[in-house]
């Protein structure tokens, strides 16, 4: 395997997706690999899933993987949006067995943390100081933390509590598909879940990402906060970046 080169797969609540990622550009090498999510989302079962997608690609090096959970040493510790079968899962134990590699040779992460050590590396935060929080809003909401450029990992930022709600239950992008609401209408819940956020952390930039990030000039200019806010870069590639990015050894 080429030192410039890594594979990435991203675990997401209704994909999974993976593909060769150009770690000095940060840029897919093709078209990524995406499977839907199985239903249930059981660790054996998306651990096929990942197997799968590896394997069609011939991919043998080593191999980052994101999980929506909370990840130390390799053990998933959460479960947010996937099923609660991998709260206490040795997660890199697990896709090694199934990837026919040596655990030292998978990378697990939280995705949110994935997505965040892509833009600071390739995106939207390459070479900003201070604390920086990437969020991503899709099925909830994610969040990563950067001080001067190091992750600060297993942040859980969308479970902030406003006004006495759980802050992705208001202001993630499902909310505003199930409830068909404009981005007029969304942006408000976005401001609210921000200036909770800003009150707590003060953060010098933040970077919106998730899908609706490919969005951004419909929704960004109707927020109302005191922090910069910017699109991600990378959209939805980010997770396999940064997954990539960090079974390669390269961490903020």
Same mark, same amino acid.
């Given at each position: 395997?080429?030192?410039?080169?890594?594979?990435?797969?991203?675990?997401?609540?209704?994909?999974?997706?993976?593909?060769?990622?150009?770690?000095?550009?940060?840029?897919?090498?093709?078209?990524?690999?995406?499977?839907?999510?199985?239903?249930?989302?059981?660790?054996?079962?998306?651990?096929?899933?990942?197997?799968?997608?590896?394997?069609?690609?011939?991919?043998?090096?080593?191999?980052?993987?994101?999980?929506?959970?909370?990840?130390?040493?390799?053990?998933?510790?959460?479960?947010?949006?996937?099923?609660?079968?991998?709260?206490?899962?040795?997660?890199?134990?697990?896709?090694?067995?199934?990837?026919?590699?040596? %655990?030292?040779? *998978?990378?697990?992460?939280?995705?949110? +943390? /994935?997505?965040?050590?892509?833009?600071?590396?390739?995106? @939207? $935060? =390459?070479?900003?100081?201070?604390?920086?929080?990437?969020?991503?809003?899709?099925?909830?909401?994610?969040?990563?933390?950067?001080?001067?450029?190091?992750?600060?990992?297993?942040?859980?930022?969308?479970?902030?509590?406003?006004?006495?709600?759980?802050?992705?239950?208001?202001?993630?992008?499902?909310?505003?598909?199930?409830?068909?609401?404009?981005?007029?209408?969304?942006?408000?819940?976005?401001?609210?879940?921000?200036?909770?956020?800003?009150?707590?952390?003060?953060?010098?930039?933040?970077?919106?990402?998730?899908?609706?990030?490919?969005?951004?000039?419909?929704?960004?200019?109707?927020?109302?906060?005191? %922090?910069?806010? *910017?699109?991600?870069?990378?959209?939805? +590639? /980010?997770?396999?970046?940064?997954?990539?990015?960090?079974? @390669? $050894? =390269?961490?903020?």
């Amino acid at each position: 395997m080429s030192a410039t080169r890594g594979f990435g797969v991203d675990i997401g609540g209704s994909g999974i997706k993976g593909c060769v990622v150009d770690l000095e550009t940060g840029v897919l090498e093709g078209e990524r690999l995406r499977i839907p999510t199985p239903q249930p989302s059981t660790p054996e079962a998306v651990a096929e899933v990942v197997a799968e997608i590896v394997g069609k690609f011939g991919w043998e090096g080593p191999v980052g993987v994101t999980l929506p959970c909370v990840v130390k040493r390799g053990v998933a510790h959460s479960a947010a949006n996937v099923d609660p079968g991998w709260i206490g899962t040795d997660a890199a134990a697990l896709f090694a067995g199934k990837l026919g590699r040596a %655990t030292s040779e *998978v990378v697990v992460l939280n995705d949110a +943390d /994935a997505a965040g050590l892509a833009e600071m590396r390739f995106g @939207a $935060g =390459l070479g900003k100081d201070g604390t920086v929080v990437l969020l991503t809003f899709g099925t909830g909401i994610g969040s990563a933390v950067f001080l001067d450029g190091k992750l600060v990992p297993n942040t859980e930022f969308g479970h902030l509590e406003v006004d006495g709600h759980d802050a992705e239950k208001q202001a993630a992008a499902s909310v505003k598909e199930d409830l068909d609401l404009s981005w007029e209408e969304w942006a408000p819940r976005v401001t609210r879940y921000l200036r909770v956020l800003e009150d707590l952390v003060w953060p010098d930039l933040v970077i919106a990402g998730g899908g609706v990030s490919k969005k951004a000039h419909k929704w960004l200019p109707l927020l109302e906060v005191r %922090t910069e806010v *910017v699109a991600a870069t990378l959209k939805n +590639d /980010a997770g396999i970046v940064g997954a990539a990015s960090a079974a @390669a $050894g =390269l961490r903020g």
